[in-house]
DNA sequence: GTCCATGTTCTTTA
DNA sequence: CTAAAGAACATGGA
């Protein structure tokens, strides 16, 4: 569900209505979400003020007025939502924190998400550097020293990180590269318009909020509206919108892939 | 029953 | 040894 632009609007939305308050209670139904395991989150969370909510990559990241810091990934299938406390508890709910009033939870059906302790560990950073503010050449010496896929590239998080399979599909047909493209062979131009092509369709998506696919909603509760803008995404044996040729679907390092033959050809142009 | 899914990490292969 | 490919994780919907 969630990549860089989910994860920035949840963000948004839950500081909106969090940052200031204090987690009056805990709640943790399921231990096993919560690394290191066995961490009593309870004892530190509860009557601590927090201090702010940001996000980095896809993880959202919660400081108290201890500068004791922890994050929380929503996987596949997560969402942390802001609630009254008399809505209805959906199952798989894994964590409630009374914040006074209302409640944040955190769902996630599948659990490859959860909760991160960091403390104040300040060099928890094993992820590479935020797509929204890459350089160019930064981002072409980090590509030539993989002969991998471009797309399997774009989806390391040790490269760069927030891109998932949605974004990394939309940014290489906007910058019209082919997917199975090895990531060494890109020129310069092509690394400039992938660059260019990254930060439009993020910073697109994080404008309509978001792609809802099945479970993603922001913290209020609201689906994106992205996925109507999608050009390639799950769109196969569609138009493509620029040149009408019909979207092919592959399987690329275990990922279904969507592209357009024509606007990403394999060979250069 | 089968296949597939927005993510990450561990294991296996080359 | 390293890089890359593949499997695994857990659940639910089509």
């Keep these: 569900m969630p990549e860089l632009p989910e994860v920035e609007t949840v963000v948004r939305t839950l500081s909106a209505k969090v940052v200031g308050r204090t987690i009056h209670n805990v709640r943790l139904n399921r231990t096993d979400i919560v690394t290191p395991q066995g961490f009593d989150l309870a004892r530190h969370l509860r009557g601590r003020n927090v201090v702010d909510i940001t996000r980095r990559a896809k993880r959202i990241v919660v400081r108290l007025d201890n500068d004791d810091r922890f994050y929380i990934h929503l996987g596949m299938s997560g969402r942390l939502t802001i609630e009254k406390p008399d809505a209805p508890m959906l199952p798989h709910t ?31 950073e094993n992820i590479g550097p935020e797509p929204l503010a890459l350089r160019t050449p930064q981002l072409a010496k ?14 390391d998080q040790r490269l760069i990180a927030g891109l998932g399979n949605i974004y990394a599909d939309e940014a290489l047909h906007a910058a019209g590269i082919h997917p199975k493209k090895r990531a060494d062979k890109l020129n310069r131009e092509q690394v400039r318009r ?39 995404y799950a769109r196969e044996g569609e138009d493509c919108l620029r040149c009408k040729t019909p979207i092919k679907r592959i399987v690329l390092g275990g990922r279904s892939t969507c592209f357009c033959p024509q606007c990403q050809p394999r060979a250069a142009r």
């Design 142 to 155: 980090m590509l030539s020293k993989t002969k991998r896929a471009i797309k399997s590239a774009l989806l």
């Design 194 to 232: 992938l660059n260019v092509a990254i930060k439009s369709t993020l910073r697109r998506a994080i404008r309509h909020k978001g792609s809802t696919l099945r479970d993603y909603v922001d913290a209020d509760g609201a689906a994106g509206n992205f996925h109507n803008l999608h050009r390639v």
């Design 94 to 124: 894994h964590l409630v924190l009374d914040v006074g009033g209302s409640e944040i939870r955190f769902r996630d059906p599948r659990r490859f998400g959860g909760i991160w302790w960091l403390g104040k560990e300040r060099d928890d």
